[in-house]
């Protein structure tokens, strides 16, 4: 049995476990199990903490349409240019072989509702196989497993993309967005190979900072067009207290990717944990809904400008 196989047969058991919970205690069995500690909810300082305290508390009516694969591409068109999109070669509510035959290849099958349900496919993929399982996509309560509300709204289909990567495994650039400005980089490369995951301030320096994966020695090359896609992250998260914007750097410019509102369904591992509490320094709340604050000692250590609350 494969480690990725025992992961999901654990979030399997989990979900049942948990399907008759209340949102608030899943979050704190989730904290727990994931961080090894409760959160603190009603005055949170950590970012995992807000994170929780986000899909606990807040109802955005906008988070629904922003989290759809499908649906957000509009959005990005009209604020950035359709330019930034990647176009949808087929779109439905059931895939069955023959519709992935139709597809030019090679190409990428998604599901619109949820995060890591991918299938690259080629002339040499099973198209039965690959059609069986994205139909069960459709089945699964992705927002069940960490009460992420904003998925469990959106209207599931499949989708099939060209593969913008088709030369090599394209590095996926996140922005971190914090009330418009963006104040961290996040680099996943080798992501169905040898993962690894790197984090750099906005002027490509790199951070003594690793969550979740590995971060590989070697540093990656900024994009070319850096300065345009810090533009276009912080334009997207105007009027946005937090979102992680995903783009690429293509041949033909910036293309979009997703838009995070919870990373890691905040269980975000971060080494140095120092790091939970800067970046949760950043996050500030609309006046309307931020939570009462504590004063917070300055941490004694030396951490990139960046990375520093003004």
Not at 46 to 56: A, E, G, P
Not at 150 to 157: D, I, L, M, S, W
Not at 194 to 220: I, V
Not at 245 to 274: Q, S
């Amino acid at each position: 049995m494969t480690r990725k196989t025992v992961r999901e047969l654990a979030k399997g058991a989990f979900m049942t476990a948990t399907r008759g919970l209340s949102d608030e205690a899943v979050g704190m069995l989730d904290h727990l199990r994931g961080l090894h500690r409760l959160p603190v909810l009603n005055s949170p300082q950590r970012f995992n903490d807000k994170i929780l305290h986000h899909k606990m508390y807040e109802r955005d009516p906008r988070l629904p349409v922003l989290v759809d694969k499908l649906r957000v591409k509009d959005h990005v068109a009209r604020v950035l240019g359709p330019e930034w999109v990647t176009p949808t070669l087929w779109s439905g509510a059931r895939l069955d072989d023959a519709a992935l035959s139709a597809v030019a290849k090679p190409s990428v099958l998604k599901a619109n509702h949820a995060s890591g349900f991918v299938i690259l496919l080629d002339e040499e993929t099973n198209l039965k196989s690959a059609a069986r399982r994205a139909n069960k996509w459709l089945r699964y309560d992705y927002h069940m497993l960490h009460r992420e509300w904003a998925y469990g709204e959106v209207e599931r289909r499949l989708l099939i993309e060209p593969r913008i990567d088709a030369a090599g495994d394209l590095p996926d650039y996140k922005f971190w967005v914090f009330n418009g400005k963006a104040r961290l980089i996040q680099v996943d490369r080798a992501r169905f190979v040898r993962h690894t995951r790197q984090f750099y301030d906005p002027s490509w320096k790199r951070l003594d900072l690793a969550m979740n994966y590995p971060t590989g020695a070697e540093s990656a090359p900024a994009p070319k067009r850096l300065e345009e896609m810090v533009h276009g992250a912080e334009t997207l998260a105007r009027g946005l207290s937090f979102v992680r914007v995903d783009l690429y750097d293509c041949a033909l410019g910036p293309r979009f990717g997703e838009m995070t509102f919870w990373p890691e369904a905040g269980l975000c591992r971060f080494k140095p944990a120092i790091y939970d509490e800067l970046l949760g320094e950043l996050w500030r709340y609309p006046r309307e809904t931020e939570p009462s604050r504590r004063p917070a000692a300055r941490p004694a250590v030396s951490v990139p400008s960046s990375a520093s609350v003004q």
